[in-house]
């Protein structure tokens, strides 16, 4: 084929000339001289060109190189404070040992020289809280005051190392409404069966009214109500306050005070009184005989229905303890009024349904904020309203709008038309606002 073009194009050239063998000869090696110099060419640019790749996988590469670089300064700041965390844990732990083992030599050598002591731990399974508890409360306190603590614990009185007087916090703006006040006032020494009724009687105002004011403001006006002399205001208000810290460690009194104090969401109260309640009227509407009891199946069903979300293990839970207010007569009955003993007002919040309600609250909370923070990743250091919205939706698929954005107001400390606009916040106050938040799983996840 090369041999037949060859002679067309000597043909076309070179007319009758062409068919001369020396002419073929001279053009053939002319054309072997040319492929020669042309494949010299090609090895030249091929032996230039290796390296050389193409502009747009250059650019994919430029920029995953940024995005790792990026990736890579993140990683190494966290390193630096984790390193930096572990060096200073490993410096308190040396003291801390070095402290524990002269403490030891002296409470041996104390042993030696003191006279015998009561035990003060078998007093522990008489306290709410075990044995964890009562060391936390005994622990740096003589017999005398381990006394006095014994004796507020099984009464409920006040413990005698409050302060008989306390000093007002003025009337600065940063002060809560509800402490407000120049001078000293008398203190109370309200204890826990004292404080309770209290704290009970507030939020039932607070529901009563549908009152959307701060509980801070609340309190301050429902004292103001009471107590029309600043003087008397302010002695409860104060010894509430005092009453509260000393308490917190009652989950009652503990809610309270965090909401009291802005540290926890009061959504969080309501939505727990709003589930005892739908509850507690979800089983009297099945009860279509007005009997007071419904049959274990019953009460089972109806749970499930309730909380759809719950796992088999907590919907046994409940049924265990529901359980317990069988009918004497027949055990495949339930009194059901026997678990809300004050009806469907805050008074159920003390029963022992409500407790454990309030634990898988709480579980479920944590399982759903864990699994926030695994879709986060732990690598971001701040997280903004966007990736934490995305974030949201994916855990909860079923999540709405209207639904978010509280959260969000709550995590992001904003309103609604600031959101666009909000800065990032960091990841340790992420979650700890997620912790003290009204966070309520909607669906479950797909």
Excluded at 20 to 41: F, H, N, Y
Excluded at 178 to 204: F, H, T
Aim: glycine content about 6%; overall charge negative; proline content about 4%.
């Amino acid at each position: 084929m090369e041999t037949g073009a060859l002679r067309r194009r000597l043909k076309e050239h070179l007319g009758d000339e062409a068919g001369d063998p020396q002419v073929i000869k001279i053009a053939w090696k002319r054309c072997r001289e040319e492929l020669s110099a042309k494949t010299k060419v090609v090895q030249e640019m091929e032996r230039q060109y290796r390296e050389v790749v193409p502009r747009a996988d250059f650019d994919r590469l430029q920029r995953r190189l940024s995005a790792l670089t990026t990736t890579h300064h993140q990683l190494t700041y966290t390193h630096t404070l984790l390193t930096e965390q572990h060096e200073a844990i490993l410096s308190r732990q040396e003291g801390l040992v070095n402290e524990r083992d002269q403490l030891s030599e002296e409470n041996q050598a104390l042993r030696r020289s003191a006279t015998p002591r009561p035990d003060w731990n078998r007093v522990a399974e008489y306290v709410e809280g075990g044995i964890s508890r009562w060391r936390e409360l005994s622990s740096g306190r003589t017999s005398d005051q381990m006394v006095d603590i014994l004796i507020s614990e099984l009464t409920g009185s006040q413990l005698s190392t409050s302060s008989e007087f306390i000093d007002g916090k003025g009337m600065e703006p940063g002060v809560p409404a509800y402490l407000r006040y120049e001078g000293s006032v008398r203190n109370r020494r309200l204890g826990k069966r004292d404080l309770l009724p209290i704290i009970e009687d507030i939020w039932r105002h607070k529901r009563r009214l549908d009152n959307t004011d701060p509980l801070e403001l609340f309190v301050d006006q429902y004292f103001k109500e009471r107590y029309h002399l600043d003087e008397v205001r302010a002695e409860w208000c104060y010894s509430l306050a005092d009453a509260c810290q000393r308490l917190a460690h009652e989950e009652q009194v503990g809610l309270f005070w965090g909401i009291l104090c802005g540290q926890v969401q009061e959504q969080v109260y309501h939505h727990h009184v709003d589930t005892i309640n739908d509850l507690y009227s979800t089983l009297t509407h099945a009860d279509t005989h007005a009997k007071d009891v419904l049959s274990v199946t019953e009460v089972e069903e109806l749970l499930q229905t309730v909380f759809p979300l719950k796992s088999e293990d907590h919907i046994k839970a409940l049924l265990g303890v529901m359980s317990r207010a069988a009918s004497p007569k027949d055990a495949s009955l339930i009194k059901y009024h026997h678990l809300f003993p004050q009806g469907r007002d805050v008074g159920g919040v003390r029963s022992q349904l409500a407790g454990v309600l309030a634990g898988q609250a709480r579980d479920e909370q944590d399982t759903y904020i864990q699994e926030m923070l695994d879709e986060l990743g732990y690598s971001l250091m701040d997280v903004s309203v966007a990736e934490l919205s995305r974030a949201f939706t994916m855990v909860d698929p079923r999540i709405e709008q209207q639904q978010l954005e509280p959260y969000l107001e709550w995590i992001f400390n904003t309103n609604k038309d600031q959101l666009k606009n909000t800065s990032p916040v960091p990841l340790p106050l992420l979650a700890a606002r997620l912790q003290t938040g009204h966070i309520v799983r909607v669906g479950a996840r797909a």
